[in-house]
């Protein structure tokens, strides 16, 4: 007895000790301010917020809102071009590029260029990213500055700690919407670099870091995005982007950094050349954030005439894997370029072909992704059956789609039905002809259905069945994919005809009906199989749902009348209607 009392006091003070502990965990990790007190300032103010919370962890002192513009007017109004503004407060740095010229796999030219970029970062002296380095490097400079501007009798800022450090600045967070470098904006630069240069010259913009070397190279026909080498947000798989990525941390250049200094740093150039010889009517390229970061955004519909980048890639490609048991697909690369804004919708890694590698085996450089999965996997972002599979759950596709399984269960893949339509061995790849309803036997497939099997309460439904297969018809047409995959009318019957290829067939090349499968009232011998009322209404309403029809919405009656209205509660009191 004694022994247990001992074990029940020990297991109360555990439980104590634990809810100690968790208690203090949730004040020390909980925000230090409310969200809902948080003021977020998302359209652009050329306001930056300075706090470096990675250094300084929990901060003495509120942040500092620091305005920007308010800074570079200041510095224009003692005679500085806007161009000029930038030098004042942020340092230069020498960067050297190793050009590449091939042709047919062989050195045609190399040679080392030298460009002046300048570093977005403050302070403008380099200085140890510690907590008391930074500091003083942002008092020496800021202060400092305030302190000369006195001194000449000029406008100057504040020299005291709560001028800067104002309480009421510590709830404000500042969130500007992100630049999307969209194909129109790719073709725009492509275009007003080359009437400048002369030439199509992607080096201005695009480079990659060789390991080897140790220096920044750039090779025409190797041109990737920024985002592979400078998103340092995600995972990288590959072990030479993983390495490539590691030297981008140490250098501290994410994103957002090195965007600043490549766009700026042209910006700049360009704005400093065009004072010499600035044309009528030419813009100058914009230095302020509001200009990039507007919060305005295309969709593929605003695209689709404008060009995708060009680094020669084919307009066709026959995808065929050495030692595959499967025939190749031949697969049009430029239809597919223009259902996206960036490559990386599917060169997810570099901007490689995915073979390169993915392998039938699986291999480092693919994450240890075979090339089946890189291909096939039915729920990723980046595969073939998983970018299809995220266009059926489209509310025009999603009608039928979303009561048919995107994989076979058993076997964890795609359906193998739809095997050949792809894997065809052909190097071409022909649309079929539209789908047509013309020479359906309207004996067969009637134009109207009284749907009479369950009729009790409610009079027959009248289900307008030519009606709903124009419409799906038209649907099917209107999209590649779908006509591609479509191929047969049949296909589409399948979509409330489930069991078209069962022995449920009524007769040969005939749909069956509903009830052929589903009894009218519910089997305890197969518990699985829905009754037909609920068939009909999870085929019915669901297919509303998933399409986002506003009509018929849930009411019973839109479907089918009853027959004897069912009394109101206020008729049952005797108020009129």
Same mark, same amino acid.
């Given at each position: 007895?004694?022994?247990?009392?001992?074990?029940?006091?020990?297991?109360?003070?555990?439980?104590?000790?634990?809810?100690?502990?968790?208690?203090?965990?949730?004040?020390?990790?909980?925000?230090?301010?409310?969200?809902?007190?948080?003021?977020?300032?998302?359209?652009?103010?050329?306001?930056?917020?300075?706090?470096?919370?990675?250094?300084?962890?929990?901060?003495?002192?509120?942040?500092?809102?620091?305005?920007?513009?308010?800074?570079?007017?200041?510095?224009?109004?003692?005679?500085?071009?806007?161009?000029?503004?930038?030098?004042?407060?942020?340092?230069?740095?020498?960067?050297?590029?190793?050009?590449?010229?091939?042709?047919?796999?062989?050195?045609?030219?190399?040679?080392?260029?030298?460009?002046?970029?300048?570093?977005?970062?403050?302070?403008?002296?380099?200085?140890?990213?510690?907590?008391?380095?930074?500091?003083?490097?942002?008092?020496?400079?800021?202060?400092?500055?305030?302190?000369? +501007?006195?001194?000449?009798?000029?406008?100057?800022?504040?020299?005291?700690?709560?001028?800067?450090?104002?309480?009421?600045?510590?709830?404000?967070?500042?969130?500007?919407?992100?630049?999307?470098?969209?194909?129109?904006?790719?073709?725009?630069?492509?275009?007003?670099?080359?009437?400048?240069?002369?030439? +199509?010259?992607?080096?201005?913009?695009?480079?990659?870091?060789?390991?080897?070397?140790?220096?920044?190279?750039?090779?025409?026909?190797?041109?990737?995005?920024?985002?592979?080498?400078?998103?340092?947000?995600?995972?990288?798989?590959?072990?030479?982007?993983?390495?490539?990525?590691?030297?981008?941390?140490?250098?501290?250049?994410?994103?957002?950094?090195?965007?600043?200094?490549?766009?700026?740093?042209?910006?700049?150039?360009?704005?400093?050349?065009?004072?010499?010889?600035?044309?009528?009517?030419?813009?100058?390229?914009?230095?302020?954030?509001?200009?990039?970061?507007?919060?305005?955004?295309?969709?593929?519909?605003?695209?689709?005439?404008?060009?995708?980048?060009?680094?020669?890639?084919?307009?066709?490609?026959?995808?065929?894997?050495?030692?595959?048991?499967?025939?190749?697909?031949?697969?049009?690369?430029?239809?597919?370029?223009?259902?996206?804004?960036?490559?990386?919708?599917?060169?997810?890694?570099?901007?490689?072909?995915?073979?390169?590698?993915?392998?039938?085996?699986?291999?480092?450089?693919?994450?240890?992704?075979?090339?089946?999965?890189?291909?096939?996997?039915?729920?990723?972002?980046?595969?073939?059956?998983?970018?299809?599979?995220?266009?059926?759950?489209?509310?025009?596709?999603?009608?039928?789609?979303?009561?048919?399984?995107?994989?076979?269960?058993?076997?964890?893949?795609?359906?193998?039905?739809?095997?050949?339509?792809?894997?065809?061995?052909?190097?071409?790849?022909?649309?079929?002809?539209?789908?047509?309803?013309?020479?359906?036997?309207?004996?067969?497939?009637?134009?109207?259905?009284?749907?009479?099997?369950?009729?009790?309460?409610?009079?027959?439904?009248?289900?307008?069945?030519?009606?709903?297969?124009?419409?799906?018809?038209?649907?099917?047409?209107?999209?590649?994919?779908?006509?591609?995959?479509?191929?047969?009318?049949?296909?589409?019957?399948?979509?409330?005809?489930?069991?078209?290829?069962?022995?449920?067939?009524?007769?040969?090349?005939?749909?069956?009906?509903?009830?052929?499968?589903?009894?009218?009232?519910?089997?305890?011998?197969?518990?699985? +199989?829905?009754?037909?009322?609920?068939?009909?209404?999870?085929?019915?309403?669901?297919?509303?749902?998933?399409?986002?029809?506003?009509?018929?919405?849930?009411?019973?009656?839109?479907?089918?009348?009853?027959?004897?209205?069912?009394?109101?509660?206020?008729?049952?009191?005797?108020?009129?209607?």
């Amino acid at each position: 007895m004694k022994r247990e009392t001992i074990i029940l006091i020990l297991l109360g003070f555990l439980v104590y000790l634990i809810l100690i502990v968790y208690g203090i965990k949730q004040v020390y990790t909980a925000p230090a301010i409310p969200p809902a007190k948080e003021i977020v300032i998302t359209e652009p103010q050329d306001k930056i917020a300075i706090a470096h919370t990675e250094i300084f962890g929990t901060l003495e002192r509120p942040q500092v809102i620091f305005d920007h513009k308010k800074h570079v007017e200041a510095i224009k109004k003692e005679g500085k071009k806007e161009w000029e503004t930038c030098s004042i407060c942020h340092r230069q740095k020498k960067e050297e590029l190793v050009r590449i010229k091939k042709e047919d796999e062989l050195i045609k030219e190399k040679k080392i260029e030298t460009r002046d970029v300048l570093v977005f970062v403050f302070p403008k002296k380099e200085v140890k990213l510690d907590k008391e380095a930074l500091k003083k490097a942002y008092h020496d400079e800021c202060i400092g500055c305030h302190k000369e +501007k006195m001194k000449e009798k000029k406008k100057a800022g504040p020299i005291t700690c709560g001028d800067c450090h104002v309480k009421e600045k510590e709830i404000v967070k500042i969130k500007y919407p992100l630049v999307e470098f969209d194909p129109k904006f790719h073709n725009d630069h492509e275009i007003k670099l080359k009437e400048r240069t002369g030439e +199509k010259d992607c080096g201005l913009c695009h480079h990659t870091y060789d390991l080897k070397e140790k220096k920044l190279i750039y090779q025409n026909g190797t041109e990737e995005s920024c985002y592979y080498c400078h998103d340092l947000s995600k995972k990288k798989r590959g072990p030479e982007l993983s390495q490539i990525v590691k030297v981008t941390k140490e250098k501290g250049l994410p994103y957002q950094k090195t965007a600043h200094e490549r766009c700026l740093s042209c910006h700049i150039k360009i704005n400093k050349e065009m004072e010499v010889s600035k044309k009528e009517g030419e813009k100058v390229p914009p230095l302020e954030c509001g200009k990039c970061h507007t919060g305005k955004y295309r969709s593929i519909e605003d695209l689709k005439n404008v060009p995708r980048p060009d680094r020669g890639q084919k307009e066709i490609v026959f995808i065929n894997v050495e030692n595959s048991k499967m025939k190749g697909v031949g697969f049009n690369h430029k239809n597919h370029e223009y259902y996206h804004k960036t490559c990386r919708e599917c060169h997810h890694e570099r901007l490689k072909a995915c073979k390169d590698c993915h392998k039938l085996e699986g291999i480092a450089d693919g994450g240890w992704v075979n090339i089946v999965d890189a291909y096939h996997a039915t729920f990723s972002n980046h595969s073939c059956a998983g970018c299809h599979n995220k266009k059926k759950l489209e509310k025009d596709c999603a009608g039928c789609h979303k009561f048919i399984p995107l994989m076979d269960v058993r076997a964890k893949e795609p359906k193998k039905e739809v095997c050949d339509r792809c894997h065809t061995g052909k190097k071409e790849v022909t649309l079929p002809p539209p789908l047509s309803t013309a020479g359906l036997d309207p004996k067969v497939v009637k134009k109207d259905i009284k749907i009479k099997v369950l009729e009790k309460e409610f009079e027959p439904a009248d289900f307008p069945h030519r009606k709903i297969i124009d419409k799906l018809v038209s649907i099917s047409n209107n999209s590649k994919l779908a006509r591609y995959f479509h191929n047969d009318l049949r296909i589409l019957c399948e979509g409330c005809h489930h069991q078209r290829k069962s022995p449920a067939e009524a007769k040969k090349d005939t749909p069956p009906s509903c009830q052929n499968c589903h009894p009218k009232y519910f089997n305890p011998v197969n518990p699985n +199989k829905m009754k037909l009322q609920s068939a009909y209404h999870v085929q019915c309403i669901g297919c509303h749902d998933n399409m986002k029809l506003e009509k018929p919405t849930h009411r019973c009656t839109d479907c089918h009348k009853e027959k004897i209205p069912r009394p109101l509660p206020t008729d049952i009191l005797g108020i009129k209607r």
